[in-house]
């Protein structure tokens, strides 16, 4: 299967930062622990005694010192058996971090995780540039799979059990990344008129009731689009502060995801509130409420942090922070990042609003932060740091009650309006 970057101008170069060495547990396959056991490692003074691997819930995963980083990682902040052995003697996940690849059909798409400091600040190579590497990581996991098991995988389901191409999917997609992309709109405005789109084809119905020449597809999938996008560019209000405020239920609502967005479960940066089942507990409850402190579900949280700071606007974002913002969300949409296995197997319509969810969480957490003393353009690259640290992969964002307030906020007409309310 062919490998293809996406026309979002992405770069990406490790620069040795060494984060995702103390923030990740990194899994380690049997064959993986054979090939770094027999590389001599405890012949070093500095390895006596110390295990390479530890085993919890049955899974192995490479060990952390005390300080957090992990037991392979020098001092220059350089992996010591990738300067020694090379890059193919580390675990796969070690290597692939923080590229994305979604199957997607025929081929697979290349995303990126914004998690890392480097890709947030879009520094270093083009990811098309790096396509070699891409594609050595894809052989892996056509290799590992059930023979045509990838190629032959039905798109995700736009909703229920309706069904479209994966050509119509990624029509789809690249509809709404230009929409993202579109710079005549504060970025804010970008999001509601995606979701005004989303709410009319959800009451859609594609396949044409089994008459292929009634199916809207192709051409007629992309007049739709545009019509659609007239009509929401004519009943969206122009700015945000036209927006109804979102009600109390639906802010309740949000700021129990928005602290599954933020928090920090391992590594350096784990929040002190994340310290215990007491501590979470009593940390959920205070999400809940929404008044006082925020806790410290992450490291970077501080004690000047309040609840009432997330709800001062952050007034205009600069050039560079809507650029982030877009870049980010363009990513997610073109490498379908956002819906089927890749985000806990969510349609397509439900996929788009877990993305646009990640805005105003990014948001409230950026005023959070600005709150507790970060500088604006500091806290929104924190904050979209630490919401894609989440998004796809912490597991409770896949649970059953976390999907339920998803739909929920959808349903009432609460997610625009989170969206235009923290956007301000």
């Known amino acids: 299967m062919q490998v293809r970057s996406l026309p979002v101008l992405q770069n990406w170069d490790c620069h040795s930062c060494g984060d995702c060495c103390r923030s ?8 993986e622990r054979r090939r770094i056991e027999g590389q001599g490692w405890e012949s070093l003074p500095e390895f006596a005694g110390v295990p390479f691997f530890v085993k919890r ?9 005390a300080d957090g980083g992990c037991v392979f990682l020098g001092a220059d902040n350089l992996c010591r058996i990738h300067g020694k052995f090379g890059s193919a003697a580390k675990p796969l996940a070690c290597r692939i971090y ?18 890392c400091p480097s890709a947030t600040e879009n520094k270093g190579r083009a990811l098309g540039a790096q396509l070699g590497d891409a594609r050595e990581y894809a052989a ?29 999917v990624a029509r789809i997609a690249t509809a709404f990344s230009e929409m993202l992309a579109n710079d005549a709109d504060p970025f804010e ?21 089994g008459d292929a020449k009634k199916a809207v597809t192709g051409g007629k999938l992309s007049e739709m689009l545009h019509v659609l996008g007239l009509a929401a560019d004519d009943d969206e209000p122009k700015t945000a502060t036209e927006v ?8 309740t609502v949000f700021r129990q995801l928005v602290a599954v967005f933020s928090r920090k479960d391992h590594g350096v940066e784990k929040g002190a509130a994340q310290r215990g089942p007491v501590r979470r507990f009593a940390s959920a409850v205070k999400f809940a409420v929404g008044s006082g402190r925020v806790p410290k579900v992450h490291a970077v949280i501080t004690d000047a942090a309040t609840f009432a700071g997330g709800e001062v606007p952050l007034g205009a974002l600069s050039d560079n922070a ?15 990042q956002f819906c089927g296995a890749p985000n806990f197997g969510l349609s397509v319509w439900e996929g788009l609003e877990s993305l646009a969810l990640t805005f105003p969480a ?6 959070v932060l600005v709150a507790g003393g970060k500088a604006p353009d500091a806290a929104v690259t924190q904050a979209v740091r630490m919401v894609d640290d989440n998004f796809g992969f912490n597991p409770l964002l896949g649970s059953a009650r976390q999907k339920f307030a998803l739909r929920l906020l959808a349903n009432r007409g609460d997610l625009p309006r989170l969206i235009a309310w923290y956007g301000r």
């Open 24 to 31: 990740y547990a990194v899994p380690a396959t049997a064959d």
């Open 57 to 65: 819930r049955g899974e192995f995963y490479l060990n952390h010192r």
């Open 362 to 367: 990014a948001m409230w957490l950026a005023r």
């Open 244 to 251: 109804k405020r979102p009600g109390w239920s639906g802010r």
């Open 322 to 336: 809507v650029s982030l913002l877009a870049r980010w969300h363009r990513l997610k949409v073109e490498s379908l």
């Open 140 to 168: 892996y996991f056509e290799s590992t799979a059930a023979k045509g098991v990838l190629e032959g995988a039905a798109p995700p389901p736009l909703a229920g059990s309706q069904f479209v191409p994966w050509s119509d």
């Open 189 to 209: 405005r970008r999001w509601r008129k995606i979701l005004f789109i989303v709410a009319m084809l959800k009451k859609a119905t594609f396949e044409g009731g």
């Open 98 to 115: 923080p590229f994305l690849l979604v199957p997607a059909g025929d081929h697979w798409n290349l995303g990126l995780r914004l998690a």
